[in-house]
């Protein structure tokens, strides 16, 4: 820490009218550092006469977010430069909408901070990684901090190619769709399974997209509640760059039908995976024999082969490991459990209403009100 910074520590603690702000974790001000040295790597790739690139913060919105709050008091000169995504889907209420923050020069300094501003900015930024990162272990609830965006173009310019990425066709539709490209749960789940081309089509007017990386495994009972004030390790980046696309690679893509069916299933399978493994949770499954993250995708996907979505592919997934005979999970193929599949469909084809779940245990025992043979394991 240099001279310059310790005296100015020392005169903001004998201001009186300074206040104490919670210190982040050394880790998450780990995190801004890494972030601030990708970003200046990514600056000195530039060609000469390149309009240099900008760092945005992505958010998910900006009404009701407690870091739109803090962004303006903090700085309030983003918070009136930032770009609401200009989606038709929220005409007339453009602060519920996604929307791209410049972040100020000094939370991103090349090399050390030299100055007190410096230090201040990246330890707000850093304590809103740490919030972000306790959001993220909760799954399931709303994530307010995106990503941290890297463009040569405006604020209000990669707003609305943002908003082009959002208007998705689903493979075979004909309806579009707004599509979370912004919540990293998404991005997360789709992006290794995009090709090269379809990755630098995703990012557009966007030279590097760095997240938080989100969970996604077994969820342990004791973990289904953080406390408000619970340390959370700091998660590593995701990070995302603009591929290179190999010369002869060529593929014929628009961006509003972006992603095939298996991909359009992996950019939405963090939903439904997250309630399994909260449903696991909840009843007392140890982590150790929940599925991990490979046979989860395994098991949504073959669940998602026989059209099951929502709350039926949730009761797919539990079943297969509850019912199991031996690990890892129900094989469907077997000539036994093939049989009640087809059964328990029918049932659900017969009545939407009905869950997977019931079905499933009505065709398994049949006229019998307990799991005779085939108890949950």
Same mark, same amino acid.
């Given at each position: 820490m240099t001279i310059r910074i310790l005296s100015a520590l020392e005169r903001d603690l004998l201001n009186p009218d300074s206040t104490d702000a919670a210190v982040p974790h050394p880790? +998450?001000?780990?995190? /801004? $550092?890494e972030l601030? =040295?990708? +970003?200046?790597?990514?600056?000195?790739?530039? *060609?000469?006469?390149?309009?240099?690139?900008?760092? +945005?913060?992505?958010? @998910? !919105?900006w009404d009701g977010n407690p870091l739109a709050t803090q962004l303006s *008091?903090?700085?309030?000169?983003?918070?009136?430069?930032?770009?609401?995504?200009?989606?038709?889907?929220? =005409?007339? $209420?453009?602060g519920e909408a #996604? /929307?791209?923050?410049p972040l100020p020069d000094n939370v991103l300094p090349d090399g050390a901070t030299d100055t007190l501003a410096e230090l201040r900015a990246q330890e707000t930024l850093a304590g809103w990684l740490e919030d972000a990162s306790r959001r993220a272990s909760q799954r399931l609830v709303r994530q307010y901090f995106c990503a941290v965006l890297f463009s040569a173009d405006s604020a209000a310019w990669v707003a609305r190619y943002l908003a082009s990425l959002g208007f998705q066709y689903p493979p075979g539709s004909r309806t579009a769709r707004l599509f979370r490209y912004q919540d990293p749960r998404v991005m997360q789940r789709v992006w290794p399974a995009l090709s090269a081309a379809q990755q630098g089509m995703w990012l557009g007017a966007v030279e590097g997209w760095w997240s938080?990386?989100?969970?996604?495994?077994?969820?342990?009972? *004791?973990?289904?509640?953080? #406390?408000? @004030?619970a340390a959370v390790p700091a998660p590593p980046w995701f990070k995302t760059e603009r591929p290179m696309v190999p010369d002869g690679q060529t593929e014929t893509l628009m961006l509003s039908r972006l992603m095939n069916a298996e991909q359009w299933r992996h950019a939405h399978s963090a939903q439904t995976g997250n309630q399994a493994w909260m449903r696991f949770a909840e %009843?007392? !499954?140890? #982590?150790?024999?929940?599925p991990d993250a490979d046979l989860m995708l395994q098991l949504l996907a073959a669940g998602a082969s026989h059209h099951l979505d929502g709350l039926n592919l949730e009761d797919?997934?539990?079943c297969s490991l509850r019912y199991r005979e031996e690990p890892p999970s129900i094989d469907w193929r077997a000539p036994h459990w093939s049989r009640v599949? *087809?059964?328990?469909?029918? =049932?659900? %084809?017969?009545?939407?209403?009905t869950r997977f779940a019931s079905a499933f245990d009505a065709c398994l025992n049949p006229g019998e009100e307990d799991h005779g043979a085939h108890r949950p394991v």
């Open positions: 880790d +998450y001000m780990a995190r /801004c $550092r601030a =040295a990708g +970003y200046h790597a990514l600056r000195r790739r530039q *060609e000469p006469g390149e309009r240099p690139l900008r760092a +945005y913060l992505l958010f @998910d !919105i *008091e903090a700085w309030p000169e983003a918070a009136a430069a930032r770009a609401a995504v200009p989606d038709h889907y929220y =005409a007339g $209420r453009e #996604p /929307c791209v923050v938080l990386t989100q969970p996604w495994g077994p969820w342990a009972t *004791e973990d289904l509640v953080v #406390p408000g @004030d %009843n007392g !499954i140890d #982590p150790h024999e929940q797919f997934v539990w599949l *087809e059964h328990t469909l029918q =049932a659900l %084809n017969a009545d939407p209403d």
